[in-house]
């Protein structure tokens, strides 16, 4: 079994900055289920992460324990303009800060530029690569242009009138004193 410093799925975050170890692999998309969940079955690709532990002086002169994640990958969508599939390119590069508790991550990250979590002995980096990636997900994916004109719905009464009516018909019936049905 790995150490809890080197192993990705249960990462001891502290000592994992302490060593400043730098980790980087690759998950299939298979093994991220709510990210496989909110894309299209033809998603699939590899997802390569890398996640470095750091050691910082802090303000009071105390050690900050940190983690810099970066992941990449492409995602299939469904474009909401045309409704066909599209491919999307997902990057991360985040910088998380650990401290001691669910409450002082709480008050730190709502003033804080970057995310702040509560310091974990068993940090499980495939969920937080999950996580950052879930969040990187256009909200409304579409085309910047779509390959394919879009249709234009027209009902099927619309469509009858169009064939025996002409644009002042109505009009010309009304001046006659008839109106049409």
Same mark, same amino acid.
């Given at each position: 079994m790995k150490s809890r410093v080197t192993d990705p799925r249960h990462l001891d975050a502290e000592a994992f900055a302490q060593e400043s170890v730098r980790?980087? $692999?690759r998950w299939s998309q298979d093994d991220l289920l709510r990210l496989k969940q909110s894309t299209l079955p033809e998603s699939g690709a590899e997802v390569a992460w890398t996640a470095e532990g750091e050691r910082?002086? $802090?303000?009071a002169g105390? #050690?900050?324990t940190w983690l810099h994640l970066t992941a990449e990958?492409?995602?299939t969508l469904q474009c909401q303009r045309?409704?066909?599939p599209m491919t999307v390119p997902l990057s991360i590069d985040s910088s998380i800060q650990f401290v001691a508790g669910e409450d002082a991550a709480a008050a730190l990250d709502a003033d804080s530029e970057h995310d702040v979590l509560a310091l974990s002995r068993d940090l499980d980096?495939?969920?937080l690569v999950e996580d950052e990636l879930l969040l990187a997900l256009p909200i409304v994916p579409?085309?910047?242009q779509c390959p394919q004109p879009l249709a234009v719905p027209v009902s099927p009464e619309e469509e009858e009138a169009g064939k025996e009516a002409h644009p002042? #018909?109505?009009l010309a019936a009304l001046k006659r004193g008839h109106l049409p049905n």
């Open positions: 980790l980087e $692999g910082r002086e $802090g303000r105390s #050690a900050e990958t492409s995602v045309c409704l066909s980096l495939l969920t579409r085309h910047e002042f #018909a109505a």
